[in-house]
């Protein structure tokens, strides 16, 4: 978790200073969480939208991180659209998870050498300390091999 954490403060500054902090990875599963503070909460004492988004995305885009790394290849890699929903206030701490890794799998080994591009939809679901599902978010990727 540690080089995870590390590339949040150097390459987005913004979520490492929102509490943004990833807490497993494992095969099958990433779990990304934030807890509310002051820094990132809105004028209605829960969690600004944008955190949670923040958090969302990264529990999508470490499962493609992984297989990049796993597979000591390099891919461009880009969301390329996003939805929500948000079901109540997300105070406490808020556990994001990304279960899709087999989907990953699949989509690299789709991946070819002719310049295409793969797209895949990963879902993250926002829980709070109590167990309810407070946001879902759906990222959009797109995915091309770099020569």
């Known amino acids: 978790m540690f080089k995870y954490n590390l590339f949040l403060l150097t390459k987005l500054p913004s979520a490492w200073f929102s509490g943004v902090r990833v807490r497993s990875v494992k095969e099958d ?7 509310l503070k002051w820094f990132n909460q809105n004028p209605f004492k829960s969690m600004f939208w944008a955190v949670q988004g923040m958090a969302a995305e990264l529990s999508t885009g470490i ?3 992984h297989e990049v790394n796993n597979r ?5 890699m880009l969301v390329t659209s996003n939805s929500s929903k ?6 406490g701490r808020i556990k994001f998870e990304c279960t899709q890794f087999n989907d990953v799998r699949k989509v690299f080994n789709s991946l070819s050498q002719e310049n295409q ?3 895949i939809i990963l ?3 926002g829980i709070d300390e109590q167990g309810d599902v407070v946001s879902e978010f759906s ?5 091309k091999l770099k020569f």
Do not use: R
């Open 63 to 65: 499962p493609i991180i």
């Open 123 to 125: 879902n993250s679901i």
């Open 72 to 76: 000591k290849i390099k891919v461009s």
């Open 117 to 119: 591009t793969e797209k």
């Open 86 to 91: 948000f079901y109540k206030k997300a105070v």
């Open 139 to 143: 990222f959009e990727w797109s995915l």
């Open 29 to 35: 599963k990433c779990i990304v969480d934030v807890k």
